[in-house]
């Protein structure tokens, strides 16, 4: 539903598919993050993201590609904000790393290319 937080859709054979919409939790924010890759891998699978936060803890997360038996994951990274975000490092697929200054006030959706 585009608030930032990760919502589900699950199928399973011969039963109606499932829908789960995440309300996140009332003392985060969210904070989605979409790579911009180059032409070969627009969506950054093999990247690393590493969020610096104002009270100077960090959260990791990697851009994958499928996870699962006849899944897809999605290419948009996810974090829960108990506080404002200061830094974003991100390690590109080929290596090659890029600092973003993020806002006290950034949550919800962020576009970030190399």
């Known amino acids: 539903n585009a608030d930032g937080w990760p919502d589900l859709a ?6 109606p598919a499932l ?8 003392e985060h924010r969210p904070l989605r993050i979409v790579l911009q890759g180059s032409p070969g891998n627009p969506t950054s699978i093999g990247a690393r993201l590493t969020l610096t936060l104002t009270d ?20 948009a990274v996810f974090f829960a904000l108990p506080t404002g975000p200061r830094m ?27």
Not at 60 to 66: L, P, Y
């Open 10 to 15: 699950a199928s399973r054979n011969d039963q």
């Open 19 to 26: 829908a789960f919409l995440h309300r996140g939790l009332a």
């Open 56 to 75: 100077g803890t960090t959260r990791t997360a990697e851009v994958v590609a499928a996870s699962g038996y006849y899944s897809q994951s999605s290419s």
């Open 88 to 114: 974003l490092e991100v390690r590109w697929p080929d290596g090659k790393t890029s600092t973003h200054a993020l806002k006290t006030g950034d949550s919800a959706n962020l576009v970030i290319a190399p």
